[in-house]
Every structure is written in structure tokens, then in C-alpha cells.
């Protein structure tokens, strides 16, 4: 049966919980265990396909088309294990859940409340799917003492109580700040944090203090003794200089082995962490550098684009090379050839990531023009192909009313919204006024490749699937005035309707993707048009 690991957060959020889970499950991983990250998201809302991405970050796609938590990308990357809609739930998805039921009915006349109708949903999704598993890790979203976040507590400790002592362990996570006038870390809060759990029944066995500065053994016996954990199972985790280096930072302060003594596990093997010092190693050691611009819409917030930053990382660390990223707004080149020219100029590789809306796609529009005029290596995903083929259509095929259908109408809809398309559970359809949240082709799609194609050399391979989230398709009526100015539609659906890579074979590197190959490219395995884009990236940095 599964062990499960509880975790928490106290003091306040953006402690990394996520990358904490990640790391901790990776360590796992190491030592021969089956693994499962799962994220519980304390908001209303039923998933966060609707949020923008300045509130959320990026939302992270599955194979089975959830729209999740970007927590769930480093889960996946750190892990391999794919995540899966059954992997992050929502209150508001909870709450869905349970009042269709009680508008059917189906509560029998009983009256529906938090304790025990919500509490038992949490549970059940916690113990979904999870019988060929040795750990389920449960990563609760928020900061204890959240209103939001108290039935997620509650159930919790529902579960402690009904599993076995040795079943499951509760880790809290929390901040140990430095205040620089007394020139000393300060414990109070964590000490607050862990009462405030404990009085909610949850005593935790395990603590991760997040601090600055080294923890003095003083500090650490002190927390010990008022948070009533063992010395050795407060655990300090000073800022690390690179995610990547945060599981073997986490092995050398004893996480893994703690948390194995709190389960009494006292037959584990010892991990084999070879590929994370490869990686580590891979990344502190570049033998080179290159500079790729991303030219976007939400680039004030990195988080925006999460998996599209580890992406490039994982390319960089493909090709041993350091990748540094400008994040490039686009609004700023809309008319402004100037700027766009001395900014592009000096970079190695453009990358028009996906996107959603009119603003800035003028300037996307011009560095497509520009990377294809002066052969930069050129990446487009997603709104990024859909911009690619608007500026072929316009500037190499004489089209030029050439626009999407997602900004305004027009004459020339080289990009438009599709109201039907072939999924493996069959013909989907959109309806007219359906809800704003899923109605988006998402999830894994397959797709088939050009034989002797640049992006069926890239995969060695003419079969592919990967992620989608998108509501507008390139418009296949267009495609032969489109190849007749050069652009190869080198990637389609199955069944020919749908273009999904697009490729320049004149130009070093050029190609566009319908979907979002990011999503799944991990360190150990990074994906290989990434990888393959760096090393253009490399070679054009030695040709200048
Ligand atoms: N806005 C575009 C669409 O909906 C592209 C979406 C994306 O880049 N993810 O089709």
C-alpha cells in the first residue's frame, strides 16, 4: 500500500513546496521507489486554464488535456513520471463536483457540508490511482492559517488518523529569516507556523526551514524543542544557485534519509543520484554561450513561461553550453524597426513563444520577417508557428490581408478558428457560446511527419504526439499558396487536416509548431527540437 507524504507551507508562500515535492520525490525515485506528485489548490477557481498568467504563471498541460498547475511541470520534470488530470484538484473543482451531486440528488436528503461531504472528496482524490505505488506525495497549495486551505488540513488529518502510525508523514515547510540589524536568523516564525498546524490537529515530523544563511546548531536545537520534532528532522534549505541542484543539496542535509525514518524504513538502498550530478555538472561547467531572444507578451513574469525557460535549459545542458535569455516584448517593435533590429541583431536564435490575444503581434509578426530574412535560427510555438505562417503569407505569397480570426475579422484567415476536430475519443465539437474554459484543443495529440523532413530528422522519427492548447488552427486552404513562398508543412494531423509543424529547408533552422514541445522535455531527456535549436543557436554564435 502507498505511503504518503503531507506537505505543507507556513510564514509565507513562494517558499518552493513545488520544487521541494519535486526534489524529495526524485530522491525517492533514486533509491528504486515508485512516485506521485500530487498538487491540492486551495482557490475557487476549477482549474486554472482561466487565470492569466500574470495571477498563475503558466498553466501546465497534460498527455490527458487537464490544465494544471505549473507545479505539476516540475513534478514531471524532476520525476519523468507524466502527471495526469488526476494529479491537481482545485476547491473549486471539489466544490463542482459535489454540487452536481446535490442537484441530483444523489445526498439523499442530507444535509451537504465542508465536514464531512468536502473532506471526503479530498480524501478520495488523494487515494485515487495509487495502488502500484510506494510513495504519493500530497503538496497542499497556499499558507497554513489560509482560510481556503483549512478543509485541505482537515482532511489530512482525517487520513493520519485513519492510516496506520508508519503510513504516512506530515513535512512542513517553512521561512527562517535573517534580520540583518540583529545580524541573526530569527525562529519565531516557524515556531507560529508549526503551532498553528498542530493546532489544527497536524503535528509536523518533518521540517524544511528556507534560509539565507547557514542554520547555527543553536537555532536548529531551538526548533527542534518548541516545534516538537527530532534536531535531525529539522532540516535547513539554504537557497541553491540552480533548481537543478536543490535534490542533491536536499540529499546532503539528510531529507530522504529523514523522512525513510519517519516511515521506519530502515532497508532502503542507497540512491543512485549519477544523473543528477551529470546534469549539475552539465550546468555549472558551460564550454560556451549562447543568447536566444524570446519575443512575448507576459515577459514581466517569468513564471509566465516556466516550461519554455527549463526548455532552453535543458537544450543548453543538451549542447554543455550556458543559455542566456532576453525576454523581449514584443509590443516594443511594433513600429519600431530600429529597436527591433538592434535588439535582434545580436542574438544567436529567436523564439516566438505561444500566446493568446492581438497586443504585440505586430512585433512578433516583424521578428519572424527578420529571422527569416538574415537566416537567425527561428523557433515559433504555437502562436508563434500561427505568427511564422502569417508573415510567409504576407511577405513570401503575395497575401497581403493575412490575419487570424482570434484578433478581428478578415478577408484572409491564414489562422481561424476550427468547430470540429478528430481526437482519439473521436470528433470533437465546439459549440457556439460554449464556456470560455475547455474549449480549447488540449492534451496529446499525434501527428505525422514529412519523411526526410528537418523536424523528422530532429525526432528520427515520422510518428510523433505531443501537448496542445490552442483554439485556432493554421487554416489548411492556405497551405499551397504558403508553400509556394517557401514555407514546408512538414508535420500534419493523422488525418491531413491539420498543420502542426511548419519548416523553412532553405533557411539553417526555421520551424514552427502547432504544439507545445516544452511541456515534456526534462533535464535528463531534454526534447530534442530544443536541443537541436541550441546547437544552431551554437553554431551561428562561432560563425560570428
Ligand atoms: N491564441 C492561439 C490559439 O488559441 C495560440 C495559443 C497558444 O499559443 N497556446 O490558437
Not at 490511482?129 to 482532511?155: K, M, R, W, Y
Not at 521578428?367 to 504555437?382: H, L, M, Y
Amino acid at each position: 500500500m502507498a505511503r504518503y507524504i503531507f506537505i505543507t507551507g507556513g510564514v509565507v508562500s513562494s517558499l518552493g513546496k513545488g520544487l521541494m515535492a519535486a526534489s524529495l520525490a526524485a530522491l525517492l525515485q533514486a533509491r528504486g521507489y515508485r512516485v506521485r506528485i500530487r498538487k491540492f489548490d486551495p482557490y475557487l477557481n476549477v482549474d486554472p486554464g482561466t487565470m492569466s498568467p500574470y495571477q498563475h504563471g503558466e498553466v501546465y498541460v497534460t498527455d490527458d488535456g487537464a490544465e494544471t498547475d505549473l507545479d505539476l511541470g516540475h513534478y514531471e520534470r524532476f520525476t519523468g513520471v507524466p502527471s495526469r488530470q488526476s494529479d491537481n484538484v482545485t476547491s473549486g473543482r471539489i466544490y463542482q463536483s459535489i454540487i452536481t451531486k446535490e442537484r441530483r440528488g444523489d445526498y439523499l436528503g442530507a444535509t451537504v457540508q465542508v465536514v464531512p461531504h468536502v473532506t471526503d472528496a479530498i480524501k478520495e482524490f488523494a487515494r485515487a490511482e495509487t495502488d502500484d505505488l510506494d510513495f504519493v506525495l500530497c503538496e497542499i497549495g497556499g499558507t497554513v492559517g489560509d482560510i481556503e486551505s483549512l478543509p485541505f488540513i482537515e482532511a489530512i488529518r482525517q487520513l493520519r488518523n485513519e492510516m496506520d502510525r508508519d503510513q504516512t508523514l506530515s513535512i512542513h515547510v517553512t521561512l527562517v529569516p535573517y534580520i540583518n540589524a540583529a545580524g541573526e536568523l530569527k525562529t519565531k516564525p516557524t515556531q507560529h507556523s508549526v503551532r498553528e498546524l498542530a493546532a489544527l490537529g497536524v503535528q509536523p515530523d518533518v521540517l524544511l526551514c528556507r534560509c539565507e544563511q547557514p542554520l547555527p546548531e543553536t537555532e536548529r536545537q531551538k526548533i527542534a524543542q518548541f516545534c516538537n520534532v527530532r534536531a535531525e528532522a529539522v532540516i535547513p534549505a539554504l537557497d541553491a544557485d540552480s533548481i537543478y541542484s536543490v535534490p542533491l543539496q536536499y540529499h546532503a542535509e539528510g531529507l530522504d534519509d529523514e523522512v525513510l525514518r519517519g516511515f521506519g524504513i530502515r532497508d532502503a538502498q542507497e540512491p543512485d543520484l549519477s544523473r543528477w550530478y551529470d546534469i549539475c555538472d552539465r550546468r555549472n561547467n558551460p564550454e560556451g554561450e549562447v543568447t536566444i531572444g524570446v519575443v512575448g507578451k507576459y515577459v514581466g513574469l517569468q513564471d509566465a513561461y516556466k516550461s519554455l525557460h527549463e526548455a532552453l535549459v535543458h537544450g543548453g545542458m543538451a549542447n554543455r553550453v550556458n543559455v542566456k535569455i532576453r525576454w523581449l516584448d514584443a509590443e516594443v517593435f511594433e513600429n519600431e524597426e530600429e529597436t527591433l533590429a538592434a535588439q535582434l541583431e545580436p542574438l544567436h536564435g529567436i523564439l516566438v513563444p505561444g500566446g493568446f490575444g492581438e497586443r504585440g503581434s505586430e512585433g512578433k509578426i516583424s521578428s519572424v520577417k527578420f529571422a527569416r530574412e538574415r537566416n537567425v535560427p527561428f523557433f515559433g510555438i504555437c502562436l508563434g508557428m500561427q505568427m511564422a505562417c502569417i508573415e510567409a503569407a504576407r511577405n513570401t505569397a503575395g497575401i497581403e490581408a493575412a490575419g487570424t480570426t482570434e484578433f478581428r475579422e478578415t478577408s484572409e484567415p491564414v489562422v481561424g478558428l476550427i468547430n470540429e476536430w478528430m481526437s482519439e475519443e473521436g470528433l470533437q465539437k465546439r459549440e457556439h457560446g460554449n464556456d470560455l474554459g475547455g474549449t480549447m484543443r488540449l492534451g496529446a495529440y499525434p501527428a505525422q511527419l514529412l519523411e526526410n523532413s528537418h523536424a523528422a530528422r530532429i525526432y528520427g522519427d515520422t510518428k510523433i504526439s505531443e501537448r496542445h492548447r490552442h483554439r485556432y488552427e493554421v487554416n489548411s486552404n492556405y497551405i499551397d499558396q504558403l508553400t509556394s513562398g517557401g514555407l514546408v508543412f512538414s508535420g500534419m494531423s493523422p488525418d491531413g487536416e491539420l498543420p502542426e509543424i511548419v519548416e523553412r529547408p532553405d533557411l539553417s533552422w526555421f520551424i514552427g509548431v502547432q504544439y507545445h514541445p516544452e511541456l515534456k522535455s526534462k533535464p535528463f531527456e531534454p526534447h530534442p527540437l530544443f536541443a537541436s535549436f541550441i546547437a544552431a543557436a551554437v553554431h551561428k554564435s562561432r560563425l560570428v
